[in-house]
Antibody
Framework: EVQLVESGGGLVKPGGSLRLSCAAS????????MSWVRQPPGKGLEWVSS????????YYADSVKGRFTISRDNAKNSLYLQINSLRAEDTAIYYC????????????WGQGTLVTVSS | DIQMTQSPSTLSASVGDRVTITCRAS??????LAWYQQKPGKAPDLLIY???SLENGVPSRFSGSGSGTEFTLTISSLQPDDFATYYC?????????FGQGTKLEI
């Protein structure tokens, strides 16, 4: 059974940093591209970043470019999102999601981790 | 960036109704479009990919169609479990973009 479990969210002050993690199981993690998608409370979905299976290709939304860094450790079956210079508008549930066959659509999602940016 | 616009934003319907949600792209995404269902407090679930391919395990009352810039998600006969929010997503070009969502309510 495919499982994605996010962790690392919490309350952080503006300008602060967090590192989100996503632990994957039930599939060959090293064969799949992965994404982070976020959802502000009560609002819609926003794609944040994607990384290819071997970390060769990395993409970011303009809204996070230069502040967020996606990475992965295939030996640990883990995906990460380092988020720096946090702003109030980064407050959201952050989901990690598997991209099927490098296609671009996301077939499995984690339960999400909440990041709250507030002073 | 490709803008995705869904209509309507809210749809009121009843069990047994046939409903259609439209998703329009600001430029062609060919057929690289997915549909997701999200229930309150839960992560999204994949329903449709490549505009019209039904994900394994998704009931056949769900169907997708379209290409280029106009796409539709149709539910042929609404069931109580279908009341949720639906999102389209283009994956033709980075940055990937989602529609703003359509809330299907009773």
């Amino acid at each position: 059974e495919v499982q994605l479990v996010e962790s690392g969210g919490g309350l952080v002050k503006p300008g602060g940093s967090l590192r989100l993690s996503c632990a994957a199981s039930g599939f060959t993690f090293s064969s799949y591209s992965m994404s982070w998608v976020r959802q502000p409370p009560g609002k819609g979905l926003e794609w944040v970043s994607s990384i290819s299976s071997g970390s060769n290709y990395i993409y970011y939304a303009d809204s996070v470019k230069g502040r967020f860094t996606i990475s992965r450790d295939n030996a640990k079956n883990s995906l990460y999102l380092q988020i720096n210079s946090l702003r109030a508008e980064d407050t959201a549930i952050y989901y990690c999601a598997r991209i099927r066959f490098s296609s671009g659509y996301m077939d499995y999602w984690g339960q999400g981790t909440l990041v709250t940016v507030s002073s | 960036d490709i803008q995705m616009t869904q209509s309507p934003s809210t749809l009121s319907a009843s069990v047994g109704d046939r409903v259609t949600i439209t998703c329009r792209a600001s430029q062609s995404v060919i057929s690289w479009l997915a549909w997701y269902q999200q229930k309150p407090g839960k992560a999204p679930d994949l329903l449709i990919y490549k505009a019209s391919s039904l994900e394994n395990g998704v009931p056949s009352r769900f169907s997708g169609s379209g290409s280029g810039t106009e796409f539709t998600l149709t539910i042929s006969s609404l069931q109580p479990d279908d009341f949720a929010t639906y999102y389209c997503q283009q994956y033709n070009t980075y940055p990937y973009t989602f529609g703003q969502g359509t809330k299907l309510e009773i």
